[in-house]
């Protein structure tokens, strides 16, 4: 949710709290009747009403249609994948750890900003299925950073886990002049 919506839904539900405060007030009898009636005739009287009712509705259906939207962020599968079979040399890698090599080596290519993966677990041949959202700088080449992303999580893979030859697919989602900051790791 987008912070624009997060306003909308904010300034929804301070005014469905302003309106039950008020029906509240009503129904216990603190607002006298000649006074709530008086306020009831005025507000319907005024055009502004409808704009505000408009803008109610209209709030409602955007907030309807964020809710039933079927737009899914990039969710790692949970589990193992498994790299070697066999009673002795068995060995296995959590999806997460997988995610994590690929995105550093992604964001080790000049002229990327920022990088999402999103790791399938196949089994066969090639383990795994990669696929690598990012955020590329203004004055860089998609197409050749895409190349060297892919360059980078293929000789990443290769030397932390001896995966070779996995099928990436990498996505420009963004494009922008900005330096995105990082979070800071201690190690």
Not at 32 to 37: D, E, G, H, K, L
Not at 78 to 98: C, M, S, Y
Not at 127 to 139: D, E, Y
Not at 157 to 182: C, G, M, N, Y
């Amino acid at each position: 949710m987008g912070i624009i919506s997060r306003l909308l839904l904010l300034l929804y539900v301070l005014a469905v709290m302003a309106a039950l405060v008020i029906g509240a007030g009503v129904c216990l009898h603190f607002i006298p009747t000649q006074v709530w009636q008086a306020y009831l005739n005025w507000i319907i009287s005024t055009q502004e009403t409808l704009i505000v009712i408009g803008v109610m509705f209209l709030a409602s259906i955007c907030l309807l249609m964020m809710t039933l939207s079927s737009k899914k962020g990039a969710v790692n599968v949970k589990g193992d994948v498994e790299l070697q079979k066999g009673t002795f040399n068995e060995v296995k890698v959590a999806v997460p750890a997988i995610v994590s090599v690929v995105e550093r080596a992604a964001l080790s290519v000049q002229g990327v900003r920022q990088a999402e993966a999103k790791v399938q677990n196949k089994g066969g041949a090639n383990p795994v299925n990669v696929q690598v959202s990012m955020i590329l700088g203004q004055s860089y080449s998609a197409p050749e950073v895409s190349a060297q992303v892919k360059m980078e999580i293929n000789k990443a893979l290769e030397t932390a886990l001896q995966i070779s030859d996995v099928p990436i697919e990498v996505k420009v989602t963004e494009v922008t002049h900005a330096v995105i900051e990082r979070e800071k790791r201690v190690v």
